[in-house]
């Protein structure tokens, strides 16, 4: 299994990006997604979730209003686009997955993780 996520970079603040995460190995109609990002000298953190069967999507609080999860089952890939961006978003985006029928914040549920994509927003 390979979570292969990418589209991160500079931005300036109150930009947006839209990371994406290429699985292959599994199918992710199949799973539940999730990204989580952890800036230097932080814990690792969720920023978003989205239901197996695509229905069902769950944001941080500290980033809701500015996030939206999808998935392209034909593509088998997740995306994240993020706008508004803040200098405190700085950190690298992890795709995750995780075999339930249900969303999960908690990163030790997933079974699946990328090798990440590093945001850096500039003020």
């Known amino acids: 299994v390979q979570l292969q996520a990418s589209g991160g970079g500079l931005v300036q603040a109150g930009g947006s990006l839209r990371l994406s995460c290429a699985a292959s190995?599994?199918?992710?109609?199949?799973?539940?997604m999730g990204w989580f990002r952890q800036a230097p000298g932080k814990e690792r953190e969720f920023v978003a979730a989205?239901?197996?069967?695509?229905?069902?999507?769950y944001y941080a609080d500290s980033m809701k209003g500015r996030l939206t999860i999808s998935k392209d089952n034909a593509k088998n890939a997740v995306y994240l686009q993020m706008n508004s961006l803040k200098p405190e978003d700085t950190a690298v985006y992890y795709c995750?997955?995780?075999?339930?029928?249900?969303?999960?914040?908690?990163?030790?549920?997933?079974?699946?993780w990328g090798q990440g994509t590093l945001v850096t927003v500039s003020s």
């Open positions: 190995g599994l199918t992710v109609s199949s799973y539940g």
């Open positions: 989205i239901s197996r069967n695509g229905f069902t999507t």
């Open positions: 995750a997955a995780v075999q339930s029928i249900s969303l999960s914040s908690v990163a030790e549920r997933y079974d699946y």
